[in-house]
């Protein structure tokens, strides 16, 4: 979902920390407090298993399903799935938890505290190499990418966590106070839970998402269940733990494992106060339906870039139209999928610098990698009806990787970019097929001129989600026109303007949508997590020589 760009100091003390890393992982693992596995030894002979946490304890299942390798297609991971016959305990634990929550600014204020102190210590812990490291081969084994996208995601979590230590947690229930209409009387209004509530996240961010999103839901009081995709819930199981070993009440979260029918029998049996989903437009489409529109959504996007006139740092915006294109092979829901070049960026060498970047990347860094939810043929079959538009063309990619043992359940082409003609992505015949999400690498490019701008806003209007986007361009008149006509909730604006990029200290969600939900910044978690409850006090005194007024 995010892309998080390392700074050249991190960078340096990457290189370091790497090191330091390799020489002490194998000795060092056995000594964390909190791990049930190696991420090394993890292999088709000595498979991990993932249990799931409800009411206090951890417990297997009748069911277990197979996770398999996505770089040699061993089965690798066990993970007990619970089918429609087994959630009951997880019904009974939500049901547990009152509508107004573990906490709130009347019941158990030391919760905050409490909450603050397990930040700090799990922030620590994620600062330590052997434990970073730990979290990032796990990440890497389960969702293939790069070793430096997979520490990102370590890092931004480490980060966000660091954000809430100390008093930081009761901070974001502070509440206000409005003078009222007469003596004793004051209107307050407090930040309230929901109560029981679920959170489901995708693959593709196996740490970041779901702890940044489910450390917003205890903060603000709330009882959550947690569902990761099963291909990737062993990072989060293991977060978990090292959430316990910092001071997390085991009761306080409940971690299921379970296919997309087994968890929709649970939320409508459970009825959550809310419900967070991360993923597909389809399904979140679906939920808000099913959950009578108890939801928070960041769905898929089909993200933009514009290249305005001015061109300048052609070096510099190549680099970073590679990385937002096709970094962890492009299976972010802010990954780069249309780029609109102004006709000043055209005469450049910018395509052929692209081209270039993307063929640096190769299977043996995990720079390019499986792709987990289109296989080979889908994304090339695509590829194939885009070509037959008028005037559309290959500008690099567009052919499957070779000489690896990737199973072929996934998908694995090289970076691949398609140019269409502005007119053409305009017809509609077109659109919806230019506009089709591929959760890979691949891209559609086209370029336009100063006099057809309004085309081009035009078809950010027609598009139906607005995650993330990018304007590159230092000219305030040229920022000012197209931010004033578009939605998108995470938008970069100026030269080094990206689409992908979840920091700690941004907010991230889509815009346009009231069922839109955000992730990392104090705003985020009291959207999300939090409602609005008004209190007011009304004590009197009554004034002297009151009589009962005529009825009215």
Known sequence: MFKFVITRGVAASQRNHNAFASFNFSRCVHSLPFATVEAEEISGSRPAEVLNLVQ???????????????????????????????IQPFVKSLYGCPKHGMHNPFKAPERYLMLGDVSTKAAHMLSLPKVSDFFTRLIQRVSPKSYQQAFGEVYVTQKFLENFCGDQVRFLARSFAVPGNHLGQQSHGFRWPYGPVAIITPFNFPLEIPVLQLMGALYMGNKPTLKVDSKVSIVMEQMLRLLH?????????????????????????????????????????????????????EDAGFDWKILGPDVRQEDYVAWVCDQDAYACSGQKCSAQSLLFMHENWSNTSLISKMKDLADRRKLEDLTIGPVLTFITDSMLEHMNKLLEIPGSKLLFGGQPLEDHSIPSIYGVIKPTAIYVPLE?????????????????????????????????????????????????????????????????????????????????????????????????????????WSCHREIIYDVGPVPKHWEIPPST
Not at 440 to 454: A, E, M, N, R
């Open 56 to 86: 206090g304890k951890w417990v297997g299942s009748s069911n277990w399903s197979t996770v398999v390798d996505p770089l040699n297609g061993d089965s690798f991971i066990k993970v007990a799935e619970v089918d429609g016959s087994g």
């Open 245 to 297: 070993t910092c001071g997390l009440p085991v009761e306080d979260v409940d971690f299921i494992n379970s296919d997309g029918m087994t968890m929709n029998k649970l939320l409508q049996e459970a009825n959550p106060r809310m419900t967070l989903f991360t993923g597909s437009s389809r399904v979140a489409e679906k939920l808000a339906v099913d959950l009578s529109g108890r939801v928070k959504l």
């Open 424 to 528: 053409e992505i305009m017809k509609d015949k077109n659109f919806e097929l230019v506009t089709k999400e591929i959760f890979g690498p691949f891209q559609v490019i086209t370029d336009y001129k100063s006099s057809q701008l309004s085309i081009v806003l035009d078809a950010l209007e027609r598009l139906h989600a607005h995650l993330t986007a990018a304007v590159v361009s230092n000219d305030p008149l040229f920022l000012q026109e197209v931010i004033g006509n578009t939605v998108n909730g995470t938008t970069y604006a100026g030269l080094r303007a990206r689409t992908t990029g979840a920091p700690q200290n941004h907010w991230f969600g889509p815009a346009g949508d009231p069922r839109g939900a955000g992730i990392g910044t104090p705003e985020a978690i009291k959207l999300v």
